[in-house]
């Protein structure tokens, strides 16, 4: 009988000790740990503030493009068309530099522009019912095509001097937009936490009935939820812009699997009502790291591509596997 | 010397990361026995089952079925069903968006010479099935488009397609059915037992396990207490089993003098239902009452802005009102509590904290911030209340007990504290103990001036609870009884009325 107890006493903790590991975020600071160690002893240029201060400027991009991703994520949908969108927001933000308007203003077009093409993806998801990926994959092919259009196909420079210099400065040793980025962050993980519209993001992706049934407007969230995503890829579009100092026409392109992954990666389920906005920015760091990582090692950038294929499918094994184990 | 045993239950434990669902139960079931299994909200008599199913796998322990003399453990639903073992799971669980005639051929679906699938055989063969089980459907309907109820039915005809059976299990089979409905399900008990077949039956409504049971094995808090024959037994023995102490007349309540009318509907006609009308007072409980398809259910999504009216009006304090979406109607003081819990009513992915809350954010928050503290607090007040058996509030209600998931429900209404409660099936699948908790705390609502509607298909809990009874027959209104008349009509009176058909020349039937 005493050692049924034990046994008992034993067996909750080693559950409590699978639940602990299970937490995504736990197991993701433990990847990206070793990872960091491995690349720290093993490579000569990794450890040095010129690389690490690029990883974070290039996770600060993403970062920002993967927490709006994951609010979409969150009432169940999907948004292909980010990527486009930050190519745009980044068209506008340099075409109107190029042409003598202030930082400011130029930066209030851009995200203006991109909040526009939020709201019609939220037009085609609620009013047209088109599902989320067919809706957003629609907008980002007519984007692409507007941008080639405006661009003429070429390349946009001339933007302020103090508009880029911001971006590639740092304010006590962290990068400015790697500040910008974790401001954002830490914007929308309160949002989530403290704002009704948080919540309703969740109930959304637990279903549309019940969001009705229970008295929450499936237009209005729908509407914010995409009006807002448009708004952080503006943002990103703006970042990108002064990073790289011009608008080339394929800017942003591939940037939504990356921001997919990184959402994924966190936690969040494609099927909704889940999502973390700490596990997106853990994982939008795994992500860039990996990719850091490999390129230190010498690793070939096709092969690259492999591996964090590869790591995105086992993420989403996992997440399935952690279903089946709580069900 | 086994010969006789169908099925053994040898030390079954499950834990979930958490919660001991299971402590060790060992029992034995012998052929052609129809066994009850009963016990509170949470005392894992879901699991269990799961686990003789193989759908969960035990801790530890062991499920064997006898096979003709070899001794077999399912590690499978696909195996379970090879061995002759079907179940009828708490949450109706068919597929949706295919017919009923799929749905009973699923897997096994008749083909032609040719190889294709024969679509005429299989509705024949369905016809029967939904004769045999006296319903009313098109083979051709889609699950999608039938009322809960009518699902669950198909659920449990489902059954009957397999030749092979041995065992069949249902859990909470009764909880949507109306009377009519569960004398079928009972002879179809019988003629199982008849054939060999032996039946685990799971229910919180004592008395059906009285007259079809043979036996009865209690449990609490996931652990075996004991097995009786039902003629050693009583209700008042099983209730202080189960839930430890005594619980006298749950419908006992003190009714309330009603005050002045609240809400009047006038010739409200909808999707299934014309001219009915009905008014609500200030501190009264109205009791609806009808047969599946009656369409109780459908005149409230209507008033609640829901569904669409098509004619007719609806007056709150007496000025005309029309909800355009729930939302509306909330916000005018109405609240709502939709029958099926699993489509509609929680958000299945999240916590119980957030499902609490999930009707009345607006009331926790300020400039859209929402009070934790309050948002917390209000879970803890209901578990603790209502005894909501959940390891945290921060456990995501898809993985509590059926009956636990109910109290969720419950609470989020009580949350809104609206002056007129709607409750469609308030206490599907809950216990004893919990429902004389729920019918406490709308005793205090009435006293405190609130009206409650309460639609239930459970005729003890229709009559005993309200203080008139408005019986629905067909979408029609069949007659409104008061508090008089309600003491003098037996449970039969009742359904008579509610399966009163409208003569031909009825002018309300013509308006259909
Ligand atoms: N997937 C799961 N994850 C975690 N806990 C679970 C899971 N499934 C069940 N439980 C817990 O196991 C216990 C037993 O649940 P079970 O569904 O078997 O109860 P029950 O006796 O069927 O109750 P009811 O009468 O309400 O249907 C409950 O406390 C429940 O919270
Ligand atoms: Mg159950």
């Not at chain 1, 936690?267 to 990582?293: C, E, K, P, Q, R």
């Amino acid at each position: 009988m005493a050692s049924n107890t034990k046994n008992l006493a034993e067996q909750r903790r080693s559950a409590n000790m699978k639940t602990l590991l299970m937490r995504t975020e736990i197991s993701m600071v433990l990847i990206i740990g070793v990872l960091f160690f491995a690349a720290a002893f093993g490579t000569k240029n990794f450890l040095t503030a010129y690389n690490l201060t690029n990883i974070l400027k290039q996770s600060a991009i993403i970062g920002v493009i993967a927490v709006a991703e994951t609010y979409i994520i969150i009432t169940g949908g999907i948004d292909i068309s980010c990527g486009a969108i930050v190519g745009m927001s980044t068209l506008m933000v340099a075409s109107c530099q190029s042409s003598g308007i202030g930082i400011f203003p130029s930066m209030i077009v851009a995200m203006v522009v991109a909040i526009i093409c939020g709201v019609f993806n939220a037009v085609l998801v609620h009013e047209f019912n088109v599902t989320a990926f067919v809706a957003t994959l629609g907008t980002q092919t007519i984007l692409r095509g507007l941008i080639k259009v405006i661009s003429n196909g070429g390349t946009v420079s001339g933007l302020h001097k103090s508009f880029t210099s911001f971006a590639s400065g740092s304010t006590l040793f962290v990068p400015n937009l790697a500040i910008i980025w974790l401001g954002i962050a830490v914007i929308c993980f309160l949002i989530l936490r403290y704002v009704v519209f948080g919540r309703n993001l969740f109930v959304l992706g637990s279903g549309k009935e019940v969001a009705k049934l229970n008295g929450i407007s499936i237009r209005k969230t729908t509407y914010m939820a995409y009006a807002f995503a448009g708004l952080l890829y503006g943002i990103a579009g703006i970042m990108l812009a002064a990073r790289i100092n011009s608008a080339v026409p394929t800017a942003g392109e591939g940037y939504e699997t990356n921001a997919i992954a990184a959402s994924v990666l966190g936690g969040a389920s494609l099927a909704g009502g889940s999502g973390s906005i700490m596990g997106t920015v853990l994982g939008t760091l795994l992500i860039i790291l990996i990719d850091n990582v490999g390129t230190q090692f010498g690793i070939d950038t096709f092969i690259m591509q492999v591996i964090t294929g590869c790591v995105i499918v086992i993420a989403i094994i996992v997440d399935q596997l952690k279903k089946r184990s709580s069900r | 010397m086994d010969d006789n045993v169908l099925l053994k239950i040898d030390g079954i434990v499950k834990t979930y990361p958490g919660v001991q669902a299971l402590k060790g139960i060992t029992t034995s079931i012998n052929k052609g026995e129809v066994r009850a299994l009963v016990g509170e909200n949470g005392a894992g008599k879901s699991t269990l089952i799961k686990c003789i199913m193989g759908v969960e796998t035990p801790t530890e322990g062991k499920i064997e079925i006898n096979c003709d003399g070899k001794w077999e453990s399912p590690k499978n639903a696909i195996e379970a069903k090879s061995f002759g073992m079907q179940a009828n799971y708490q949450n109706v669980n068919i597929a949706k968006n295919l017919s009923v005639a799929e749905n009973y051929f699923l897997g096994c679906l008749p083909r032609t010479k040719l190889g294709t699938v024969d679509w005429n055989q299989m509705y024949e063969s369905s016809q029967k099935i939904i004769d045999k089980f006296q319903l009313t459907v098109d083979p051709r309907a889609t699950i999608e488009s039938l009322p809960i109820a009518l699902q669950a039915m198909i659920n449990i005809s489902k059954i009957s397609i397999n030749e092979k059976v041995r065992l069949v299990i249902f859990d909470e089979p009764t909880a949507l059915l109306e009377n009519e409905k569960v004398v079928t399900l009972f002879n179809y008990i019988k003629e199982l037992k008849a054939n060999g077949v032996s039946v685990i039956y799971i229910s919180h409504r004592l008395e059906e396990i009285m007259e079809i049971c043979d036996t009865v094995t209690i449990m609490k808090d996931g652990a075996y207490v004991e097995t009786k024959n039902v003629t050693e037994v009583n209700k008042d023995y099983l209730i202080s089993k189960m839930v430890g102490r005594d619980v006298a007349d749950i419908y006992n309540i003190k009714h309330q003098e009603p005050g002045e009318e609240l809400l009047r509907v006038e010739k409200l006609c909808g999707n299934s239902f014309v001219d009915v009308s009905f008014n609500l007072r200030k501190g009264e409980i109205l009791g609806f009452f009808g047969l599946v398809g009656s369409g109780r259910s459908e005149v409230m999504r209507a008033i609640f802005g829901v569904d669409k009216v098509k004619g007719g009006s609806v007056y709150l304090r007496g000025k005309k009102v029309s909800f355009k979406s729930p939302k509306d109607a909330m916000l005018s003081g109405f609240g709502f509590l939709t029958e099926d819990r699993r489509t509609d009513g929680l958000a299945l992915s999240q916590s119980v904290e957030l499902n609490v809350n999930i009707y009345s954010y607006d009331m926790i928050s300020k400039a859209s911030i929402i009070n934790l503290n309050k948002e917390r607090s209000r879970a803890e007040d209901y578990r603790e209340k209502i005894g909501i058996k959940t390891p945290s509030i921060k456990q995501c209600v898809n993985n509590l007990s059926g009956g636990n998931q109910q109290k969720v429900v419950i609470s989020k209404l009580l949350c809104r504290n609206p002056e007129i409660l709607i409750f469609d099936e308030p206490t599907v699948g809950v216990d004893v103990g919990a429902k004389d908790e729920i019918f406490k705390i709308i005793e205090n609502l009435i006293a405190q001036g609130k009206s409650v509607i309460i639609i239930s298909s459970y005729l003890p809990e229709a009559m005993g609870m309200a203080d008139r009874l408005v019986v629905m027959a067909e979408g029609h209104v069949a007659g409104i009884l008061d508090s008089e008349q309600l003491k003098k009509v037996n449970e039969e009176d009742v359904l008579r009325i509610a399966s009163a058909v409208y003569a031909e020349n009825n002018p309300i039937v013509e308006a259909v």
